[in-house]
């Protein structure tokens, strides 16, 4: 079974600094798909962004890039000038991209809550 | 578009009592979630489906059932409550690959 494991529970940054959180993921599959969601205290959980795993060009979506290493099974999330409405937790999770086998189910991390200090 | 809407937004169940989460999506997708998240964790698949009158159960099925008998629509029955149970359960819908929109969430507590 796909593993997704995020080994900081909490991160803080300074507003306008970078941030970057740590996510690996273990699999067999070459073909999957990568995403960090944030959940803010409303709980919405919102996609940040995403990764196909055949696509070697690193994802980003304007102040939010990914570091997507296949070898190293690793996809980080860089957060630049981080701002207040940045602080959530987000998650790290990973879906198979066969849909005969998986049906595109998402296995989450344990989330990492990012702190954001004016 | 709505997106992904759940009711109720909360709810207080007793132990034993029976209720139904529901979900629905007008994004007309074929793939709808079922997700709870416990405190301090990430979120775990319930039950699943992949279409009307196909469902499949998730890591964690045991206390629930589903049923899906239109696109748009995928009810969560918890059977005889627990306070296992007590989480906030979340709905989510998607095309084939991958990306998931997700509910507001439903927060349960069994006392």
């Known amino acids: 079974a796909q593993t997704v494991t995020q080994s900081q529970p909490e991160m803080s940054v300074q507003e306008a600094e970078t941030v970057t959180l740590s996510c690996t993921y273990d699999t067999s599959e070459s073909d999957y798909y990568l995403f960090w969601y944030k959940q803010p205290p409303s709980r919405q959980m919102i996609l940040v962004i995403r990764q196909e795993a055949y696509k070697q060009q690193n994802a980003t979506e304007n102040r939010f890039s990914v570091n997507f290493q296949k070898a190293a099974k690793s996809f980080s999330l860089k957060i630049s000038d981080s701002q207040l409405g940045d602080a959530a937790m987000y998650f790290c999770a990973y879906s198979d991209g066969n849909s005969g086998g998986s049906n595109y189910k998402l296995t989450f991390g344990k989330g990492t809550l990012l702190t954001v200090n004016p | 578009n709505a997106g992904v809407t759940q009711t109720p937004k909360f709810r207080i169940l007793k132990i034993g009592q029976s209720m139904t989460l529901q979900c629905a999506q007008d994004?007309?997708?074929?793939?709808m979630y079922w997700y709870r998240q416990d405190p301090g964790m990430g979120l775990k698949l319930i039950y699943y489906s992949v279409g009307a009158g196909i469902t499949d159960k998730g890591e964690v099925p045991n206390g629930y059932n589903v049923s899906r008998s239109t696109t748009e629509d995928f009810p969560l029955r918890l059977e005889l409550a627990a306070p296992s149970q007590t989480s906030v359960y979340f709905c989510?819908?998607?095309?084939?690959?991958?990306?998931?929109?997700f509910g507001p969430g439903t927060r349960l507590t069994v006392t």
């Open positions: 994004m007309n997708h074929n793939y």
């Open positions: 989510a819908s998607s095309w084939a690959f991958g990306e998931q929109y």
